[in-house]
């Protein structure tokens, strides 16, 4: 079980990206797939994918290559397809699949006006910031349904590795290993300590409040407007979605709406 949980996404697609010389490729996506997709099922699939299609494709553009492994992601997860319902053959499949189609995905990269293109990589942040409310949503929904405070901490370590994933340090490998196995040690003692600390209320109000300050923090260095869209980012989950459930968490329609979202802030000047 420790190993099927430590050969994830922050670790499998910064050796993957560092087999051409850029590590830091696989940390950006794997990064961008925490936090959209998480560390479920899927997410290598969606992160092997992108990273081995930007090294072919020569890195022209991550966000349209990252929306269309997401979308396939999505649509075998939910089952949409009968014919690809077994995920263990599936997910390989496609990603073979998706490389032998390299060769085209030049052509119509090359096909697609600079212009274009540079918008794309600039509405990547409003790709971030999808991302950002996706988590907080997700973590609402895990309090609410009262999960176990091992799934609460696995969620938070996910959101920090993500986080410094983006921002290409390498510390995120680290950081996943180390304090995966520090949740594994607890986990193996029951969480027997007399620390308040370890109380579920408290820990889930501590774990709360960490989320909004790294949400806020984060933003301010890896996105527009970064203090504000923190705090905006924050008050959504609570205006907006407060009566979804997690399994209608439009997480794939919210990443189309951020890139077109951000494709027209670019043409509007709001973004450079």
Do not use: D
């Amino acid at each position: 079980m420790y190993r099927e949980r430590t050969i994830n996404i922050f670790i499998l697609l910064p050796l993957i990206a560092a087999l051409s010389g850029n590590p830091s490729l696989g940390l950006i996506v794997s990064g961008l797939t925490g936090l959209i997709w998480g560390t479920g099922s899927g997410s290598l699939f969606i992160g092997v994918t992108t990273t081995l299609l930007l090294i072919f494709t020569g890195n022209i553009n991550m966000e349209l290559i990252f929306l269309y492994a997401l979308t396939l992601a999505y649509l075998i997860e939910s089952c949409s397809i009968p014919v690809w319902q077994k995920r263990s053959t599936v997910y390989p499949s496609l990603i073979f699949f998706s490389l032998l189609l390299t060769p085209y995905w030049r052509q119509i990269l090359g096909y697609i006006p600079v212009s274009l293109l540079n918008e794309l990589n600039v509405a990547g942040g409003f790709l971030v910031i999808a991302g950002l409310l996706i988590f907080l949503l997700r973590f609402h929904f895990l309090l609410k349904s009262g999960s176990s405070r091992e799934k609460i901490l696995e969620s938070l370590l996910a959101f920090i590795c993500s986080l410094t994933g983006l921002m290409g340090s390498f510390l995120t490998i680290l950081l996943w290993l180390g304090t995966r196995y520090l949740i594994n040690v607890l986990v193996k003692y029951e969480w027997k300590f007399k620390s308040f600390l370890f109380q579920r209320e408290i820990l889930y109000l501590a774990m709360t409040i960490i989320i909004y300050l790294v949400t806020i923090y984060a933003a301010n260095i890896l996105l527009p407007y970064g203090f504000s869209t923190g705090l905006l980012l924050i008050s959504i989950p609570f205006l907006f979605f407060r009566r979804v459930k997690v399994k209608e968490l439009p997480a794939l329609e919210l990443a189309y709406f951020s890139m077109i979202l951000g494709i027209l802030a670019s043409r509007a000047g709001i973004l450079l």
